[in-house]
């Protein structure tokens, strides 16, 4: 039964995963497993790094805290929630792009509270890091994308590597991030296509980028927690830039058109779905704000 949950949890988190605006890293903190998946790939990546200096004694010791009855249960779990989820949405995509970027935008705008509820008290240092931020965020959100389909392999693994810390960073959407750099339809297509190689450098790119940025976020968060949480919320306001529901090819902004009433609609009930979720987190995680420790 408790494995049977764990990929339970995994499939939720992997959906997560595949919709820009929704967190993997807050639905693992509403599901209970963040400190564990956080601890556990620290873990993981010290032992290798250990194993690569020939330290096996240390590896061992490594991984003797890896959860692992947790970890591959909820990894298989995600595996099955990204393909869902993948399968689903390219179509609704290419059906309604309006209607899809207003329920982007609506899951972005609820999820702001979580760093800003994280980050605590505002002092006016975190305010200016927070608008210069969304400010450098919005610029990039409106440069039109190098590419649209069949983007290099070599734009694949960075971009991949970037989009992980979704799972690091409770708040931050690393589908959304995919769509920022012009990848993320290619990716839905990938999926559904089983393209081996376009996978098989996502998951390198991820897997590398998993490994960097778990002990970076561990040390950022608690030694400058405020800071990074101001840092994410500037971050994800200036995105929505990139998501506004009306646009031209070069994300040029286009006025409203006649589907304003289904993306006012879409934006309402993307924006109760977070907030379900946040209201979710508060009374089943009680310890959500606590620092990541191991």
Do not use: C, K, Y
């Given at each position: 039964?408790?494995?049977?949950?764990?990929?339970?949890?995994?499939?939720l988190i992997g959906l997560a995963e595949v919709v820009p605006g929704v967190s993997g890293g807050t639905v693992a903190l509403v599901v209970g497993v963040y400190q564990t998946v956080i601890s556990s790939a620290a873990h993981f990546f010290r032992g290798l790094f250990a194993a690569a200096r020939g330290e096996f004694s240390a590896l061992r010791r490594d991984w003797a805290h890896v959860r692992w009855a947790v970890l591959l249960p909820l990894g298989l779990g995600m595996l099955g929630g990204i393909v869902a989820g993948a399968a689903?949405?390219?179509?609704?995509?290419?059906?309604?792009?309006?209607?899809?970027?207003?329920?982007?935008?609506?899951?972005?705008?609820?999820?702001?509270?979580?760093?800003?509820?994280?980050?605590?008290?505002?002092?006016?240092?975190?305010?200016?890091?927070?608008?210069?931020?969304?400010?450098?965020?919005?610029?990039?959100?409106?440069?039109?994308?190098?590419?649209?389909a069949g983007p290099s392999l070599w734009l694949v693994a960075p971009a991949a590597a970037l989009a992980v810390c979704a799972l690091v960073l409770p708040g931050v959407s690393g589908s959304f991030l995919l769509v920022i750099l012009g990848l993320y339809q290619p990716t839905l297509a990938a999926v559904n296509d089983r393209d081996v190689a376009y996978l098989g450098v996502f998951v390198a790119g991820a897997i590398v980028g998993?490994?960097?940025?778990?002990?970076?976020v561990q040390y950022l968060l608690t030694t400058f927690r405020a800071l990074t949480l101001a840092l994410m919320t500037g971050l994800?306001?200036?995105?929505?830039?990139?998501?506004?529901?009306?646009?031209?090819?070069?994300?040029?902004?286009?006025?409203p058109g006649e589907d304003v009433g289904s993306v006012v609609l879409a934006v309402i009930l993307a924006m109760a779905l977070v907030i379900t979720l946040l209201v979710a987190e508060r009374y089943l995680s009680p310890r959500v704000n606590a620092a990541p420790r191991e």
């Open positions: 039964m408790s494995a049977a949950l764990n990929v339970l949890r995994g499939g689903l949405l390219e179509p609704l995509i290419e059906a309604e792009p309006a209607v899809v970027r207003a329920v982007f935008a609506g899951l972005i705008l609820a999820s702001l509270w979580v760093p800003l509820r994280m980050a605590g008290s505002w002092s006016a240092g975190m305010l200016v890091l927070a608008l210069a931020a969304a400010a450098g965020m919005f610029f990039l959100a409106g440069v039109p994308p190098l590419q649209t998993l490994a960097l940025f778990v002990r970076v994800m306001a200036g995105s929505l830039r990139a998501l506004w529901p009306w646009q031209g090819e070069d994300r040029d902004l286009i006025a």
